[in-house]
């Protein structure tokens, strides 16, 4: 049973920084890629980023790339989300995902099955 668990949610002032960790067990497979996913207020769900376990490659949605930073330890099957220099639009339920992926990770929903519970962030002042 593939079970994620997220932490690090909470309130941050606008350019300031928050650190996301997504605790991964329960894949067979030793690859896997992790998709981090936000839902603002009133919003539909964005992917914003993703991260592949086997080498480390990472795609970034342009709104946050050069703001927000992925990484894996593979020795602790965990991501890690830096986010930094954060705006009240990055306000939202951040929520990590998870799926043995052919080829680059990609940052589209319903290609993961395995979702984490979500934390909430939120940049206010």
């Known amino acids: 049973q593939v079970h994620l668990v997220e932490s690090g949610g909470g309130l941050a002032q606008p350019g300031g920084s928050l650190r996301l960790s997504c605790a991964v067990s329960?894949?067979?497979?030793?690859?896997?890629?992790v998709g981090w996913f936000r839902q603002a207020p009133g919003k539909a769900r964005e992917g914003i980023l993703c991260i592949d376990s086997r080498d480390g490659g990472t795609n970034y949605e342009a709104s946050v790339n050069g703001r927000f930073t992925v990484s894996i330890d593979n020795a602790k099957n965990t991501v890690y989300l830096q986010m930094n220099s954060l705006r009240p639009e990055d306000t939202g339920i951040y929520y990590c995902?998870?799926?043995?992926?052919?080829?680059?990770?990609?940052?589209?929903?319903?290609?993961?099955?395995?979702w984490g519970q979500g934390t909430q962030v939120t940049v206010s002042s």
């Open positions: 995902a998870a799926e043995v992926m052919m080829g680059p990770c990609v940052m589209t929903d319903w290609r993961y099955d395995y």
């Open positions: 329960g894949f067979t497979e030793d690859w896997y890629a």
